[in-house]
């Protein structure tokens, strides 16, 4: 998750709304008298699978919960050890499973000095596997959405009674309505489009009336009521699996919310790095010119160079690993086993509970790589195939690369990552496409491939939730769209999209970037949806889209080729992508005026052509059979098959 650029009123509008919403779901107990009987309020996870672990740790919330005795009723069911921490307010049960356990409801009773308290734990026979957690392929391509902004399929839940005030769509940071239904009721659309695998933003409990969003968690086993329920979310999943799509969740074991009740009562006195009054800033003093960079571009990143540098000290990551983000989100200790065990767990759980295929990864530097490390050894001792894609939000491949998994660092370490969001390649594109940077940065990028253990795997994009639209941009245009689109879904690597960039949606900074999608909303004037519903500047986009997505189903060069650098300069970059079937030409001009290119073919995988067919664009092309002459129109990119 990245906040660009908050201007300092609105982070302390959004803290102090944070810390003043209650949270009427999980209301901190009040103070008990010493005699009074002990309390369970909750059990966290709530429910588990036979034969998925070995053991489990249970966090039960409660209040005089001082355990002496914690005893189960199945004798497969064994009490490891218990610690009770706030005053009787958590307990922890560590659980193991014996061979012979079986599906049904464990009752546990607690017995404390004042009395007995039980606690229940349904354990259920796993949902067969052949058709969930099957993970990223080559011929997925991500579309990514922010389910509050997308389309609003149940108007009852706009609104939740615990969260008056928090709906208002003429508001950037209210609650617009959208849900997991919308989400469902669109599924014929993003099948059409020709987009395979959905990543949403948070759908996790938040606890403020501006954490539409999601990255405000206060309940990380619930589903927030604005998007609807965890049924809704099965629902999806299983909705999408009988279209063969995929569902990523987006994993945020970094923080929680300001607003979680562990801030005020940590479970254990470290489960957080520092406490509310008194810890670190995720912001780095390494910022700005410590390696020599300036500040130039209009792009921003976050510095994670001190934590890919072997010379770098303590002092220069710690910051990052262990402030809180912005300075307002409370940082996990994920370095406390207990604590990284509730994160591994939790993530499993949802894994399980939807079927999920993978999951995105918020904020990945900035945990450490020894709890990435142990986190996907236990994710991937269960799910060998899931996806895990990391965000590094950095436009320095030899940066990104570090925390990709498949490979050691300098710190012995391989965090198990799957991949990587290219977020080198979204600034090159930027840059290029919006700030006049020659078009051979695109293949500069691409060269630095080989520091990746599995560069195929890289997940391009031109945008997402946290960067203004590229229409809005300074110098942005249609154009300028749909080059970047053209690109993104022909460069190698799984692309993202992100909703409503297939029409051409516009949007500046956070929020203005997350503008609801038109005809999501019953009574919206246009509904963009359909094709009736769109102007013809946005079904000019969608079709151009649309077509490019075909044409990656259609010609396997485009998901798996092996690409080559035919041509690249200033103002043009013409790669190939190779399979043993076919080879594809893709010519990109970002020149404001015609160009015409002779690319000689000899010594690269151009050579003896025949034929020219044109897939996609306006560009001409034409083999003499010593060069490729090509004549591209301004901001523009064609493809060609050529055999
Ligand atoms: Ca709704
Ligand atoms: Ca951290």
């Given at each position: ?72 009723n ?10 009770s ?21 464990v ?31 080559s ?29 208002d769509?003429?508001k ?65 999943a ?31 006195p ?34 994670f ?41 939790n ?14 990864v ?24 899931l ?45 290029v496409?919006?700030?006049?940077a ?30 203004p ?58 509904n ?116």
């Open positions: 998750m990245i906040f660009r650029s908050p201007r300092p009123a609105t982070i302390l509008l959004f803290f102090s709304v944070a810390c003043l919403a209650p949270d009427l779901s999980l209301a901190a107990p009040q103070a008990a008298p010493e005699s009074a009987a002990p309390v369970v309020t909750k059990v966290e996870p709530p429910n588990w699978w036979v034969g998925l672990t070995p053991d489990l740790l249970l966090l039960v919330s409660g209040h005089g919960l001082e355990a002496v005795k914690v005893v189960c199945l004798p497969d069911v064994i009490v490891g050890r218990t610690q921490t706030q005053n009787g307010e958590y307990l922890f049960i560590w659980l193991k499973f014996g061979p012979q356990l079986r599906s049904g409801t009752v546990c009773r607690a017995t404390t000095p004042t009395g007995e308290a039980s606690l229940e734990l349904p354990l259920s026979v796993r949902q067969p596997t052949a058709q969930r957690f099957h993970g990223l392929r011929d997925d391509v991500i579309y990514l959405i922010m389910p509050d902004r997308f389309a609003n399929g149940d108007p009852a839940n706009d609104e939740p009674a615990e969260f008056p005030g928090s709906h769509r003429a950037p940071r209210a609650w617009h309505g959208g849900d997991l239904q919308g989400i469902r009721d669109h599924i014929p659309y993003l099948k059409d489009l020709g987009v395979t695998a959905l990543w949403l933003t948070p759908v996790v409990k938040n606890g403020s009336a501006q954490d539409y969003h999601g990255y405000g968690a206060v309940d990380l086993y619930a589903v927030d009521p604005h998007l609807g329920s965890l049924g809704d979310y099965q629902s999806l299983s909705d999408l699996r009988r279209q063969r799509m995929k569902l990523f969740f987006d994993a945020v074991p970094n923080h929680v919310g300001p607003g979680h009740p562990w801030v005020a009562k940590p479970p254990l470290d489960w957080f790095h520092g406490s509310a009054g008194r810890h670190l800033d995720s912001h780095s003093p390494v910022k700005n010119s410590f390696y020599g960079q300036g500040t130039q571009g209009e792009a921003k990143n976050d510095p160079e001190a934590l890919a540098d072997p010379h770098a000290t303590q002092a220069m990551r710690q910051n990052l690993t262990d402030g809180w983000f912005l300075g307002i989100l409370p940082d996990l200790n994920t370095e406390n086993p207990t604590v990284a065990k509730y994160l591994l767990q993530s499993i759980w949802w894994i399980e509970t939807a079927g999920l295929d993978g999951l995105r918020d904020t990945f530097p900035y945990v450490s790589r020894a709890f990435w490390q142990q986190w996907h050894a236990g994710l991937r001792r269960i799910y060998p195939n996806s895990t894609i990391g965000e590094v939000f950095h436009p320095d491949p030899t940066v990104t690369s570090f925390f990709a998994g498949g490979k050691k660092g300098w710190d012995g370490t391989d965090t198990g990552l799957s991949t990587v969001f290219d977020f080198p390649m979204f600034f090159a594109l930027r840059d496409l919006l700030r006049g020659p078009a051979g940065r695109v293949a500069d990028i691409l060269r630095r491939d080989e520091l990746y253990p599995h560069p195929d795997w890289l997940v391009p994009f031109f945008s997402n939730h946290d960067v639209r590229i229409v809005s941009e300074p110098g942005g245009s249609p154009e300028k769209l749909l080059s970047a689109l053209a690109l993104t879904l022909s460069l190698r690597g799984i692309p993202e999209l992100y909703y409503g960039d297939e029409i051409g949606m516009s949007g500046g900074a956070d929020p203005d970037n997350r503008r609801d999608f038109p005809g999501g909303w019953p009574g919206d004037a246009q963009a949806f359909t094709q009736e519903g769109r102007s013809p500047q946005q079904q000019r986009i969608f079709a151009a889209a649309e077509k490019l997505l075909r044409l990656r189903r259609e010609h396997p060069a485009l998901r798996t080729g092996r690409l080559f650098h035919l041509f690249s300069d200033d103002r043009s970059y013409v790669f190939l992508r190779q399979t043993d079937d076919e080879r594809l030409v893709v010519v990109f001009n970002n020149d404001t005026a015609q160009r015409i290119l002779a690319i000689p073919e000899a010594s690269t995988p151009a050579g003896d052509v025949q034929r020219v067919h044109a897939l996609y664009g306006e560009a001409f092309a034409s083999s003499s059979g010593k060069e490729l002459r090509i004549t591209a129109p301004a901001q523009s990119v064609s493809i060609f098959s050529v055999d």
